[in-house]
């Protein structure tokens, strides 16, 4: 689980720029501690910068750990990472 209050992953400027998008598929190894300790792109974005970027950026966010049996553990997890200059929309509860 992923803790909020992250700032998101960067958007390359330069790409920004241009108007490259696209989105990344990662397998992350969150350890006990919640850090990322290994990032694998398992789809990529189309574009080395954006995938460069998204690998960057996850090994710097912070997770709640899993656990197994109520120990923390290792485990693995997908994260998606879009890069989209299209504005957000934001949905409210």
Do not use: C
Request: glycine share 10%; hydrophobic share 35%.
């Amino acid at each position: 689980m992923p803790l909020y209050g992250e700032d998101p992953i960067a958007y390359p400027l330069e790409l920004w720029d241009e108007g490259v998008e696209g989105t990344a598929l990662l397998r992350l190894l969150v350890n006990e501690e919640g850090a990322v300790d290994s990032v694998e792109v398992v789809e990529s974005s189309g574009h080395e910068g954006l995938d460069e970027a998204a690998r960057t950026g996850a090994r710097e966010l912070r997770f709640e750990p899993g656990r197994l049996n109520g120990k923390r553990t290792a485990m693995w997890a997908s994260l998606p990472v879009e890069f989209s200059t299209r504005p957000q929309s934001v949905e409210r509860e």
